[in-house]
Each structure stands twice: as C-alpha cells, then as structure tokens.
C-alpha cells in the first residue's frame, strides 16, 4: 500500500470546471496504475477513469467521457482529473487508488486508497 493523498475539490456552478490532484508515494509511483473513483450518498462507489502506470492507457466512465481528462506526471508522482462541464450529478466525494497493477478497470485491484475531497455542482 501506499500513502495518497487528494485535494482541490470544492463547490462550483453546473458548467464549470475543477481539476483534482493527487499526491503519490515517490519512487514507486510511475510502477502503478492509478485511478479516480467518486461515491455519492446513498450510492455506491465507482470508477470514474483510469490511467496506466506509464499513462499511455485510460478509461472512463461513460458518463464523463468528453468531460473529464485522467493525467499523471510521473517526475513529480501526481495524478489529476481535470473535470469540465461539470453537472449536479458528478457531486461526490473523489477518491485517488492506487493498485499494483500497471493498468485495472477492477476495484478490488486498487489496494491504496485517499481519504477523498468533496465536490459539489449547484445547479
């Protein structure tokens, strides 16, 4: 496991834009695959997107493709997911995992884990 730690939620208007970041453990960061998952109330959680350790890879959950953007930058272990358009359904909190992995679309793979930050898109 490693320690990740997430920031740059907050609140915004539907239609504007936010980008997560992530910080990573270091040296063993460009070895894993990494994603950003989000839990609403009263949902369960779910994978938003995806990237692959050496970032050539990504998934994203339909209802953000063309919205969101998964990043990495390996020389300073960071992840993002920039997020545009933001709608009053992407309100959640965004959590950062990691997995040993170099690439999963599974959530029982991701065994490193944020605390989370809080988004929220008033309509």
């Known amino acids: 496991q490693v320690q990740l730690v997430e920031s740059g939620g907050g609140l915004v208007q539907a239609g504007e834009s936010l980008q997560l970041s992530c910080s990573g453990p270091g040296r063993a960061f460009k070895w894993i695959g990494m994603a950003w998952f989000r839990q609403a109330p009263g949902k369960e959680r779910e994978l938003v997107a995806s990237i692959s350790a050496a970032g050539g890879n990504t998934f994203y959950l339909d209802s953000v493709k063309e919205r969101f953007t998964i990043s990495r930058n390996n020389a300073i272990s960071m992840l993002y997911l920039t997020m545009n358009n933001l709608k009053p359904e992407d309100a959640a909190i965004y959590y950062c995992?990691?997995?040993?992995?170099?690439?999963?679309?599974?959530?029982?793979?991701?065994?490193?884990w944020g605390r989370g930050t809080q988004v929220a898109v008033s309509s």
């Open positions: 995992a990691g997995t040993a992995k170099l690439f999963s679309i599974t959530e029982s793979d991701y065994n490193s």
